[in-house]
């Protein structure tokens, strides 16, 4: 049985303070046990976020929206893994399409940063999608593979054991034109093949695969209902209490 994860992925949005009260507003609904909720801040607010949970006595994972490729030192400006398990982050989200598209990361830089989070036992997920354009000259598939076979390449079933993919449309990040349910329903039993096809079957089935792109409260249910969806990655939604427990509580 794949566990349910329901993400959100604050971007740069929320201060420390912001966080905080979030989580305050968020620890007066009862969130669904049986669902993993993640919340990756941006960096300046994760120590924040996780006091404030372990405060609340709050069933949520913290985590990370980015980290470096390098295990420490001369990088000015950036943040080893080291540093964000030594903060108590549990996961790290990779190979975002804002990070791919806007700030030029590569498979390979890709790859590097899911070693280093893995090496600091950070739950890794990792980002995968197609353009609009590469959907519709219909790469769709073959753009993944490739996103997933070099962010992969050489790990072993051991080392993945937590890995979470999340699939992104990069049409669908923040435009409100999420896939339909079909849609991305197809796209993750391709990924879940992919993955049978590069670690075994018995790795696959037990890999948790998101959906991300305008998951809203209205469309999540349908969503969870597809076979091959284990969870979301949420942006906009995620960023008001209300609208991100109604979404944890999906089954309600
Ligand atoms: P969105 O973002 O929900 O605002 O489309 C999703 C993401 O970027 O992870």
């Not at 399409?97 to 830089?109: D, G, K, M, P, Y």
Request: hydrophobic share 40%; net charge negative; charged share 20%.
């Amino acid at each position: 049985m794949r566990k349910a994860v329901i993400a959100g992925n604050w971007k740069m949005y929320k201060t420390a303070k912001e966080a905080e009260l979030f989580i305050d507003e968020l620890s007066k609904h009862p969130l669904d046990e049986g669902v993993e909720v993640f919340i990756a801040p941006a960096f300046p607010a994760i120590h924040a976020a996780i006091n404030k949970v372990s405060e609340k006595k709050l069933s949520v994972r913290i985590g990370a929206q980015n980290l470096s490729e390098h295990p420490e030192g001369a990088y000015t400006g950036e943040v080893a893994a080291i540093m964000l398990a030594n903060l108590g982050v549990h996961f790290v989200i990779i190979g975002h399409s804002e990070r791919r598209h806007l700030f030029h990361e590569s498979n390979a830089t890709i790859h590097k940063k899911l070693h280093r989070a893995v090496e600091q036992g950070l739950t890794p997920v990792l980002c995968v999608g197609e353009t609009d354009q590469e959907r519709k000259l219909g790469h769709t598939k073959a753009v993944l593979e490739k996103q997933i076979t070099e962010a992969l390449s050489g790990c072993s079933v051991d080392f993945l054991k937590n890995l979470i993919i999340a699939y992104e449309p990069v049409w669908a990040i923040g435009t409100g034109n999420a896939a339909t349910p079909e849609m991305a329903e197809e796209v993750h039993g391709e990924i879940r093949l992919l993955l049978g096809k590069v670690l075994g079957s018995s790795f696959a089935s037990g890999v948790r695969i998101l959906y991300g792109g305008s998951v809203k409260p209205e469309s999540i249910r349908e969503l969870m209902k597809q076979g091959n969806i284990d969870g979301a990655l949420i942006g906009g939604a995620s960023l008001e209490p209300d609208s991100f427990q109604l979404m944890v509580n999906y089954q309600n």
